[in-house]
T-cell receptor, first 113, second 113 residues
């Protein structure tokens, strides 16, 4: 399985942008980059995913490096409700990789009022 | 639309007792997963299923059993509960091989005393 590396923790001030990095230097050409987050006492929830191009949705933006060896989840204005553990995972598009759903330790984001 | 439903939400077991954690999904998703999450740690995959009648071991299957007789249900069985199985258990469902998001239940908090 392709692995991801994330910082253990990050802090952000409320209403400021947050950039959460993820390194995935062994990513294969068909691996999609997915982000999930886990709010306190809840199950993980999907945030965003992408393959090569940057992606935006109502929750966040995903910036993918040109060589795809790293990516950054961007929260444009952090709120207290964004305090969570953020997981970056890779998923293949076919075969066993398509249903592998392996989580690392993630990045614990603290938002300071 | 209920999504993924786990029951019970909380349970206390005595060492050596058995129980079944229930997981049901109403989205007709092919893939289902069981994870455990110890305090302050990430999610570890216990078992997964790619369809009715097909199950496979994940990272930490010892002490657990699963079955998948229908698409909707994926129960997790603990035969002889041990204190090391004290954890929060999450069930997840995923549609299929296309790149789609996983949906998680709210978790079952299990304490073995």
């Amino acid at each position: 399985d392709a692995k991801t590396t994330q910082p253990n923790s990050m802090e952000s001030n409320e209403e400021e942008p947050v950039h959460l990095p993820c390194n995935h230097s062994t990513i294969s050409g068909t691996d999609y980059i997915h982000w999930y987050r886990q709010l306190p006492s809840q199950g993980p929830e999907y945030v965003i995913h992408g393959l090569t191009s940057n992606v935006n949705n109502r929750m966040a933006s995903l910036a993918i490096a040109e060589d795809r060896k790293s990516s950054t989840l961007i929260l444009h204005r952090a709120t207290l409700r964004d305090a969570a553990v953020y997981y970056c995972i890779l998923r293949g598009d076919s075969g066993a990789g398509s249903y592998q759903l392996t989580f690392g330790k993630g990045t614990k984001l603290s938002v300071i009022p | 639309n209920a999504g993924v439903t786990q029951t019970p939400k909380f349970r206390i077991l005595k060492i050596g007792q058995s129980m079944t954690l229930q997981c049901a999904q109403d989205m007709n998703h092919n893939y289902m997963y069981w994870y455990r999450q110890d305090p302050g740690m990430g999610l570890k995959l216990i078992y997964y299923s790619v369809g009715a009648g097909i199950t496979d071991k994940g990272e930490v299957p010892n002490g657990y059993n699963v079955s998948r007789s229908t698409t909707e249900d994926f129960p997790l069985r603990l035969e002889l509960a041990a204190p090391s199985q004290t954890s929060v258990y999450f069930c997840a469902a995923l549609r299929g091989r296309s790149v789609t998001e996983a949906f998680f239940g709210q978790g079952t908090r299990l304490t073995v005393v």
